[in-house]
């Protein structure tokens, strides 16, 4: 008999969504049981009118662009450890080719569910005495407003990096000294690239260098 089992970090169902895996006896393991049952009520709250910018495929290329080598593909089993290895093989090839010095102000962002190499680098860039913000590109559509105690107020649509005609998001970009993309795109689509260069020119960004890990 094959059983089969969910599990997830938070926990957000209520009792009669749980109780459909229950009767199929699906096992449900989380670590963080949440209460969402006040979500669209609080969501009504705000007007949903902050800023959102179609994506721009204009043909647009990053000053520079490096391939990196020693690749591991995470959404595969890979050990811990190996990973932890692999990431530090990433962070050496990137200092090796890029000025890593203090006292800037750095994006490192990562592309969709490729977000732990991106903040490694980030850490580590932070550790050489720089400051350093972290974003990733989503698929997630999230709605946006003007209100100050709101979380996002700026939505840039995208086209991804991974597969022609999807679209991915990102949200409240600002102008830095530099910005690191790292991908693990393997071919990276254009159109995607061209989309994202072009929402963080225009907020002022123009150093900028695509990191593509094979």
């Known amino acids: 008999m094959v059983k089969f089992a969910v599990a997830s970090l938070l926990n957000g169902m209520d009792v009669e969504a749980e109780e459909q895996y229950r009767s199929r006896q699906i096992d449900i393991l989380y670590l963080v049981k949440t209460d969402h049952r006040s979500y669209a009520k609080t969501a009504a ?3 949903g009118d902050g800023w959102y910018q179609p994506a721009d495929c204009t043909a647009c290329q ?4 490096h391939t990196l080598h020693a690749y591991l593909n995470a959404r595969k089993c890979v050990l811990g450890a190996a990973y932890a290895k692999a990431c530090e093989s990433l962070w050496t090839q990137v200092k090796a080719i890029a000025e890593t010095g203090g006292g800037k102000r750095i994006l490192v962002l990562g592309t969709e569910e490729f977000m732990y190499p991106a903040l490694y680098v980030a850490d580590c860039l932070e550790r ?6 972290c974003h990733a590109t989503t698929r997630s559509p999230i709605a ?3 209100e100050e105690d709101y979380p996002v107020h700026c939505r840039y649509e995208l086209e991804s990096l991974y ?21 693990d795109a393997d071919p990276v689509i254009p159109q995607g690239v ?3 260069v072009n929402a963080l020119r225009r907020c002022g960004n123009d150093d900028m260098k695509l990191f593509c890990w094979r």
């Not at 990053?62 to 662009?65: G, S, V």
């Not at 050489?128 to 913000?133: A, D, F, L, M, R």
């Open 128 to 133: 050489c005495g720089n400051t350093v913000k």
């Open 62 to 65: 990053p000053e520079e662009r």
């Open 163 to 183: 597969e022609k005609g999807r679209r991915t998001f990102v949200y409240d970009l600002a102008r830095y000294d530099s910005v690191w993309i790292l991908t």
């Open 45 to 47: 709250l705000y007007a």
């Open 144 to 146: 946006v407003s003007s």
């Open 194 to 196: 061209y989309s994202l």
